[in-house]
């Protein structure tokens, strides 16, 4: 199964989905197998750490030049208000979702979140912890590339989903984290349309199968009890946080700083799983 992930956190009509772009996009695959199923995204871009470079060589002299002014007329204790404006479109990212039994393990190697600001590659968490309460609506349906879906909604770690899943495809599967319906999910969407998961295809034939075979050797594997939680993670994540900061402090030199990276509404935007913002510190 292949879809195409769009996400564009700046999008603002709730009526249409974003326009694909390289910035917004990323590819995905689904293999559904005996003991469950492997979800992979990706995208090519930079890292976190190249981002921040470019971002910090644009303002670092104009930065230095308003603090000699203020020392110069004797301004010792220097504030710096700094924005770090790093376009999500442009980071490279990789992962994961590895269903295993009773509990699912999520790699995200390269992304933001993962790379900058955790020494974690991967949690785990109980596949019961994705359980969505779906309401279904059995007389909305549509057409998707032939096959006849059913709309179903339901809210997840702060978003709330539109889902069009087919009974004739009779797997509780999906993409991402959506999951739990009488049927495979072809299509998926947050209500901002924010969060975009497109139908691209679907093959149950042989050779997607030795695909699979092939690639199975590639898929992360990390044995549930070398895993950390969510939530160790994500407090992980928000020490990380603290840690970008400082570095950010010694990068400029001053002798304090604020740091702003983004306003909590937009931090909460910024991802698809919107309590990450809740370990972000003040």
């Known amino acids: 199964m292949e879809y195409l992930v769009v ?3 700046k999008w603002n009509n709730a009526d249409t989905f974003p326009e694909p772009t390289d910035l917004n996009t990323l590819h995905a695959d689904l293999w559904i197998h005996s003991s469950g199923q492997v979800y992979h995204e990706v995208k090519e871009g ?6 921040i470079e470019e971002e910090l060589d644009k303002g670092l002299e104009e930065v230095q030049e308003k603090m000699g002014k203020e020392i110069e007329a004797g301004n010792n ?3 710096v208000n700094i924005n770090i404006n790093i376009e999500e479109g442009k980071l490279k990212r990789e992962t994961w979702l590895v269903f295993e039994g009773e509990y699912v393990v999520d790699f995200d190697t390269v992304s933001q979140e993962r790379t900058m600001f ?6 785990c968490e109980p596949e019961s912890a994705l359980k969505i309460a779906w309401k279904l609506f059995p007389n909305q349906k549509k057409k ?3 096959f006849t879906c059913y709309k179903a909604e339901g809210d997840f770690r702060g ?3 539109v889902a069009w899943y087919c009974p004739d495809l009779p797997y509780p599967y999906g993409p991402w984290k959506l999951h739990g319906l009488p049927g495979l999910i072809l299509e998926a969407y947050d209500s901002k349309r924010k969060v975009n998961f497109l139908f691209q295809s679907y093959s149950s034939t042989k050779e997607v199968q030795k695909q ?4 199975s050797g590639k898929v992360p594997r990390l044995p549930k009890d070398d895993c950390i939680d969510r939530e160790t993670y994500l407090k992980a994540f928000g020490e990380g946080i603290k840690q970008w900061r400082r570095k950010l402090i010694a990068t400029i030199g001053a002798s304090s700083a604020d740091v ?3 306003t909590d509404e937009e931090v909460k935007e910024m991802y698809r799983e919107k309590d990450y913002a809740d370990y972000i510190p003040k």
């Open 118 to 123: 955790a020494s974690y590659p991967a949690y």
């Open 7 to 9: 996400e564009d956190m």
């Open 212 to 215: 699979y075979e092939q690639l």
């Open 46 to 51: 930079k890292t976190v750490d190249e981002l």
């Open 144 to 146: 998707i590339a032939g």
């Open 260 to 262: 702003s990276v983004r």
């Open 159 to 161: 978003r709330h989903y």
């Open 77 to 79: 204790n220097v504030h």
